[in-house]
């Protein structure tokens, strides 16, 4: 009889024991694989899991240091015209620029440029002047947005209308590129301009300008 009611008392606490492990979701998530159905992945698991994945194939934005091959100063030929630039040095997620175009010796337009690195692009402004300073729009600058890009071709486009319609900048090597507008009328055919720049070398400074400008005394 003492015997009957150690067993039954045994198997009592066993069976309670085992109703409450499988319950358990501790034990539950310790069982190894193959004993039973995986837990399911909590909202953290799942978080980690997708920043684990998604990490190495994150790829980042286009900057305005991509553009720096462009600092320097440039000249073209345009039919009877002469084209010529200045870049500055990408500083502060901008790059400055300016152009003018001359014809037997006389300047026709300036321009005043910049790359702006914005959320998730590259903005391209610019505004043409005379040699007064006057504007020629009288609205706001005229704006395009990076759209494709890679170590060799940049391809801007304007959103708002075809007054150029699109840029699109073509490095060939390191000291020449081509710059291509593309115009398109509200009325009439579309103007393509395109000029090849070539690098220009930076005046250079007299070796012994510094030391003649204080002379020593005798």
Known sequence: MFRTKIG???????????????????H??????????QPKPGPAMTSEASM?????????????????????RWRGE?????AEQVWMAPKAGMMLGDFRVIENDKVLVIEFFSLVEKRGGI??????????LVPWEKSDATLLK????????SEFENPANGKPKR??????????????????????????????YHRQPLAAIAPNSAANSHPKKK
Do not use: C, M
């Open 8 to 26: 039954v008392r045994f198997l009592f606490a066993l069976g309670a024991a085992l109703i409450f492990l499988g319950s358990s979701p501790a």
């Open 28 to 37: 539950s998530a310790q069982q190894p694989a193959g004993a039973g159905s």
């Open 52 to 72: 684990s994945q998604s990490s190495p194939q994150a790829q980042p934005g286009p900057k305005v240091s991509d553009f720096a091959w462009l600092e320097g």
């Open 78 to 82: 345009w039919g009877p015209r002469v």
């Open 123 to 132: 903005n391209f402004y610019f505004r043409h002047f005379t040699p007064e």
């Open 146 to 153: 990076l759209t494709t890009a890679d170590p060799k071709k």
């Open 167 to 196: 840029v699109v900048l073509t490095k060939l090597d390191a000291d020449t590129y081509t710059w291509r507008s593309e115009i398109i009328p509200e009325t009439g055919d579309t103007q393509i301009v395109e000029i090849t």
